[in-house]
């Protein structure tokens, strides 16, 4: 139940143009809109940039920003080499996922959503300036790497991180030497804190135990029993995610873990430090350090792909290419970041202008899905007096991280409306929380009303989405003067009381407004 970005989408339109132009101009350096996180308190003010959801934009030199990252990634006295190899690395991710923020008015955010992003050193300067322009390709164009800061002695596939992605063949889970299983690491969490965590994620009970149930190739957990909770089961990835998100990042590591019982809570001890894809900062640190050059430690790493010039031909568009994503090895909040669901869902063009996209596992629903969302929107375009889109798709996502990846909202939320694609976290997580049907009607609000409220206060296509999805059994809500919520605080709550708290005083202020007469349309005027 989230905000609507329809406004940001349409100005993400004509970013995307502004893209395409320089992209045709190779003779223009490159840059790099970065997105500065500017935090949730600061305001829009001095500087250049423009302020956008708590992001300053600032385009940079494409060298520039590699410097940057490399500083914000790399671990401390790694060797040239080693500087060499991530810069290349970082570069091509910059270039392959320019745009990943497109729909939030810049290319890459400097959080370890997508690279960190600090002051560069003598050294990152000198490995940007080094290996300047050089990219890793893959059948022409900048390949999907990833890289995280410690494999833990065995590096991972894709598909096991991101259900759903694509593992190409230069990614395999393989023993990384290099690594030597560092960090080895230890974290002791209390039962009640541990239930808040996954409570929070929609799930239901008291936790009585914990049980790895399966263990990937890499003997990374993939599956974990939640013994007294509903749903039973967590992927060792999504467990990582709801401890780092409740309970901080540093606790769990890696999914690279042995867990126990104690008379307090779980003790876990486990190796590594991320999601373990791709280059391994920490491995290509040692390799560096016994001589190996930056294209010794990316063959190693990457096999098979080549480093060719940026100049090269663009990418040839491919409908199912590799997720899109990396992991800071800084220590951070941030979870490992999940390819588009698309890939894992098959589409079913449905003739009612619907379309439902569920991991394969979920199949079975999508037909009731799709009839339920059909007649919600004829029902509410009806009651809205708006023309009912072409075109609509609903995509449940396969797991939160993959949810958070594709909308940028917070796992917590309910949905996001971008454009006619309305998003959702996976189906099980909405039934526990008991709030499918609703955040289905939610969104297709949004999608019918946000395009005639472009440019007003969110809390109105927020108080809107809200008032029309209600369900009989949900009671009034009580009139009375709130002070209405800023922008700021629908978007960027930074706790799931939080936002239901700003989400009643958006309710409040809209349903006083039209208490007083006037129809949704001219709310705020
Ligand atoms: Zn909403
Ligand atoms: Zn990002």
Request: some cysteine; overall charge positive; glycine content about 10%.
């Amino acid at each position: 139940m989230v905000t609507s970005r329809r406004g940001l989408a349409a100005i993400a339109t004509l970013l995307a143009a502004s893209t395409l132009t320089l992209r045709s101009q190779p003779a223009d350096p490159p840059t790099i809109r970065v997105g500065i996180f500017s935090g949730p308190s600061t305001r829009p003010s001095e500087g250049p940039g423009s302020l956008r959801g708590g992001f300053v934009v600032r385009s940079m030199p494409l060298e520039e920003y590699v410097a940057g990252v490399v500083a914000g990634e790399a671990f401390p006295n790694s060797g040239a080499a080693a500087l060499e190899a991530l810069a290349i690395t970082v570069r091509t991710y910059a270039v392959a996922n320019r745009g990943r923020h497109r729909a939030d008015g810049f290319d890459l955010c400097d959080q370890t959503h997508c690279q960190a992003l600090r002051k560069p050193t003598a050294a990152t300067s000198l490995a940007a300036t080094a290996t300047a322009g050089r990219i890793l390709t893959d059948r022409g164009g900048a390949a999907e790497v990833f890289y995280s800061a410690a494999c833990g002695g065995h590096t991972e596939r894709p598909s096991e991180v991101w259900p759903g992605a694509v593992d190409p063949p230069f990614l395999p889970a393989r023993r990384d030497e290099a690594d030597e299983g560092e960090p080895a690491w230890d974290a002791d969490l209390d039962a009640s804190d541990l239930g808040r965590a996954l409570r929070a994620a929609g799930y239901r009970g008291e936790l009585r135990d914990l049980i790895v149930v399966a263990r990937n190739e890499s003997a990374r957990v993939s599956r974990l029993r939640l013994a007294g909770l509903t749903p039973s089961e967590i992927s060792g990835a999504d467990f990582r995610l709801v401890v780092a998100r409740t309970l901080g990042p540093l606790l769990i590591k890696s999914a690279a873990f042995e867990v126990r019982r104690t008379a307090q809570g779980f003790h876990f001890s486990g190796h590594g430090f991320g999601h373990g894809v791709g280059l391994c900062v920490l491995g290509s640190l040692r390799l560096a350090a016994r001589g190996e050059s930056a294209e010794d430690i990316l063959g190693l790493y990457f096999r098979g792909l080549t480093v060719s010039p940026l100049s090269a031909p663009a990418r040839s568009p491919t409908p199912s290419a590799a997720p899109s994503a990396t992991r800071s090895p800084t220590p951070s909040a941030a979870p490992s970041p999940a390819p588009s669901p698309t890939r894992s869902a098959t589409p079913s063009a449905a003739p009612s202008g619907i379309t439902v996209l569920l991991p394969e596992s979920e199949r079975g629903e999508r037909e009731r899905l799709g009839e339920a969302a059909a007649s919600a929107r004829d029902r509410l375009a009806g009651e809205l007096g708006v023309m009912r889109p072409a075109q609509l798709s609903l995509r449940f996502h396969p797991t939160l991280e993959s949810y958070e990846h594709a909308t940028g909202r917070a796992w917590f939320t309910s949905g996001a409306t971008i454009g006619s694609e309305l998003h959702f976290p996976p189906l099980p997580v909405l039934r526990e929380r008991g709030i499918l049907d609703r955040a289905i009607r939610h969104e297709l609000v949004h999608a019918l009303i946000d395009p005639a409220l472009t440019g007003r206060p969110m809390w109105v296509r927020e108080g809107a989405a809200l008032y029309f999805s209600r369900d009989s059994t949900q009671p009034e809500r009580p009139a009375g003067r709130v002070k209405c919520p800023s922008d700021r605080e629908l978007q960027q709550p930074s706790s799931p009381g939080e936002l239901s708290i700003a989400y009643g005083r958006a309710a409040a202020c809209f349903d006083n407004r039209l208490g007083s007469g006037r129809s949704w349309r001219q709310i705020e005027r």
